[in-house]
């Protein structure tokens, strides 16, 4: 169900306007529904249930303590790139005991800091990584949990900046070295070999290739069994793609027809090659958690006519939602309150100095200055790619729960853009 709909002639969020919000809390500013993030987690934690699973929701598509509390709140664990980020876990409450830590680049901190705060597991990218977390945890007298991300060289499909599963990417240990990097990680005294991991990209409609990983996964952990490594968990990387309501665009597969795919496969392993024996499903969703639980709602500043292209000139900007300007990703705009005059087809821009500053190209809108737009879809990889360019204050956000907004992160203002920056005189 949308939680975003037109009452009345106004676009709402859940049962709140969304003009009411920008009355309130000014432009630009993010906007999401509660409701909306409850129901994407139990898309996946519903079709989970009863099974020995985990939810980690993977925090860089959105990470304002609110979002992390409220998920926190529901059982979810977390799928962290940073010490940043175990911060802010642990900031909203949430339990390091569910955290799961991904990425290529480790530092000497940030493993000291897992440690300490006994996260669940470290999704392991390479032998150097191996080496330098064996001697941390041996330092700090701890053992780490450790999965491997194994790269099972599966094409995912999708835009090649978020396709992260094929042998050029950068991410993983390949296929075919993965069992000789088990076999070191299990020959370091300071490791615990725990689990097996994959990510093969991000916006993923079709569950063929998640589907291709997974079987690709099971093979190797029938070797590795037959050497006397046995893990305990897999982990199948970020979760299915949403719709960003274009034209003609693929339908994501739902997400529990998705999850019901992996467990056929899965039972039907255990029972007739792993003894039966259990193993934990991991998760790390990110855009389909938070992608269509949020908009970005920002106000007309003005309307520019040009000789080949018009141009409505807004005051959110490439800073405010890179995702345009960095993938040439489509993202829908909805006026807030539509007008029933001409539409005309313009290119909706920000102020900030770069001609890849656009938010949406090519749009049939009947807008004036002064009225609202909303740009759909924007929970996820919205604000969290956000930036200060051209001085510019990151945007407002705000949480609607039901009929009631609470504000979650204030609009920064000019003074906090140079709060730490001081002259050399
Ligand atoms: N796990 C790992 C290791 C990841 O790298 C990612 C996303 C996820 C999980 C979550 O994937 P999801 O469920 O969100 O598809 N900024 C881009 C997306 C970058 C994705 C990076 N990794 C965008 O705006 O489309």
Same mark, same amino acid.
């Given at each position: 169900m949308s939680h975003f709909s037109y009452q009345d002639g106004v676009l709402h969020a859940d049962q709140v306007a969304l003009d009411r919000i920008a009355e309130q809390f000014g432009t630009p500013t993010y906007v999401y529904s509660k409701s909306a993030l409850l129901e994407n987690f139990n898309s996946y934690a519903g079709a989970c249930?009863?099974?020995?699973?985990?939810?980690?929701?993977?925090?860089?598509a959105n990470s304002n303590l609110a979002i992390l509390d409220l998920l926190a709140r529901e059982g979810a664990g977390f799928d962290i790139v940073s010490g940043g980020e175990l911060l802010r876990v642990i900031a909203a409450g949430?339990?390091?005991?569910?955290v799961i830590f991904s990425g290529v680049g480790k530092t000497v901190d940030e493993m000291r800091l897992a440690l300490d705060k006994g996260i669940l597991c470290f999704n392991v990218e390479s032998i150097p990584e191996l080496h330098r977390l064996n001697e941390v945890a041996g330092q700090m007298g701890k053992k780490a949990p450790v999965s491997l991300r194994v790269n099972?060289?599966?094409?995912?499909?999708?835009h090649p900046y978020i396709a992260?599963?094929?042998?050029?990417?950068?991410?993983?240990?390949a296929f075919d070295d993965a069992l000789d990097t088990y076999r070191t990680a299990a020959s370091l005294?300071?490791?615990?070999?725990v689990g097996i991991d994959c990510h093969i990209g991000?916006?993923?409609?079709?569950d063929a290739p998640l589907l291709e990983a997974l079987d690709k996964l099971i093979e190797l952990i029938d070797t590795l069994h037959g050497e006397g490594?046995?893990?305990?968990h897999l982990d199948i990387g970020g979760g299915i793609g949403i719709s960003y309501? %274009?034209? #003609?665009e693929a339908q994501p597969v739902p997400v529990g027809d998705y999850v019901a795919r992996l467990y056929e496969r899965i039972d039907a392993w255990r029972t007739?090659?792993?003894?039966?024996k259990p193993i934990k499903l991991i998760f790390e969703p990110g855009r389909s958690i938070v992608g269509d639980t949020g908009v970005l709602l920002t106000t007309i500043e003005f309307l520019k006519p040009g000789q080949e292209k018009n141009f409505c000139v807004v005051d959110a900007a490439m800073n405010d939602l890179m995702r345009p300007a960095l993938y040439q990703a489509w993202m829908d705009v909805k006026p807030v309150r539509p007008r029933s005059g001409e539409a005309h087809s313009y290119?909706?821009?920000?102020?900030?100095? %770069?001609? #890849?500053?656009?938010?949406?190209?090519d749009r049939a809108l009947a807008v004036e200055p002064g009225d609202l737009l909303a740009v759909m879809?924007?929970?996820?990889y919205g604000f969290t790619m956000s930036s200060n360019y051209n001085t510019r204050g990151r945007a407002a956000e705000v949480i609607v729960d039901g009929d009631q907004v609470h504000l979650v992160r204030r609009r920064e203002n000019p003074a906090d853009l140079f709060a730490l920056e001081s002259t050399i005189r």
């Open positions: 249930k009863g099974r020995d699973a985990l939810v980690c929701y993977a925090m860089k949430g339990d390091p005991s569910k099972p060289n599966v094409d995912a499909k999708t992260t599963g094929l042998k050029a990417n950068k991410f993983g240990v005294p300071h490791l615990d070999v991000s916006q993923l409609l079709d490594i046995v893990l305990h309501g %274009e034209a #003609g007739e090659r792993h003894g039966g290119d909706v821009v920000g102020p900030v100095c %770069e001609s #890849g500053d656009w938010l949406a190209r879809q924007a929970g996820a």
